[in-house]
């Protein structure tokens, strides 16, 4: 059996132990989800706690405990999603665009800190967080993104082109010169 198993079925007899484990092996990861789609510390707090209630909610549904980690970021996204949605401002802003290779996005923000990162998506408008969030840093693609959201694909991609490009600034503001080989 292994230790996942053992921390899912201990939690499921209601042993707060056990309990406090698994909160203790993911509030950070599920907080971080919660700062990065939040308005504010207040709101991030709010949809933490829902989303810890959902995952012991429904720790019973978890069908691979090896699962855990990403089934509890999942919950956590849409506990988020569905905090926000109703904020989303689903109006088409820019043109849609080519956008630039995920990949390197992903090898920019490796460069920051996770405060520098949390600030710089906290800065953008609402629409373009939850979008940008969603693709770059939790892997969701438009049609996903299109679906949570209530909105148009061609609005998830045009305001991810925009959070790029807003990203690209703030990169070059904190001195990072390799935003320049992303378009």
């Given at each position: ?8 079925r ?57 699962a ?9 996204v ?96 904190l ?9």
């Open positions: 059996m292994t230790e996942l198993t053992i921390l899912i201990n939690c499921l007899k209601g042993r707060r132990k056990y309990q406090e484990e698994l909160y203790s092996r993911y509030s950070g990861l599920v907080m971080g989800v919660c700062m990065r789609y939040a308005r504010d510390q207040s709101q991030a707090e709010d949809i933490f706690q829902e989303a810890f209630i959902k995952v012991y909610q429904n720790l019973s549904e978890l069908q691979e405990p090896n855990l980690p990403g089934w509890v970021k999942k919950i956590a849409n506990t988020a999603l569905n905090y926000i949605r109703p904020r989303v401002d689903r109006t088409d802003p820019i043109n849609d665009q080519t956008d630039a290779d995920d990949q390197e996005y992903h090898r920019l923000i490796d460069h920051l800190t996770n405060e520098q990162l949390v600030s710089i998506i906290n800065e953008m408008p609402e629409g373009y967080r939850f979008v940008f969030n969603m693709s770059v840093i939790d892997g969701y693609n438009h049609r996903e993104i299109s679906d949570h959201l209530g909105i148009a694909e061609s609005t998830s991609r045009s305001q991810l082109t925009a959070a790029k490009k807003l990203l690209r600034q703030r990169l070059k503001k001195g990072i010169n390799r935003y320049e080989s992303v378009n």
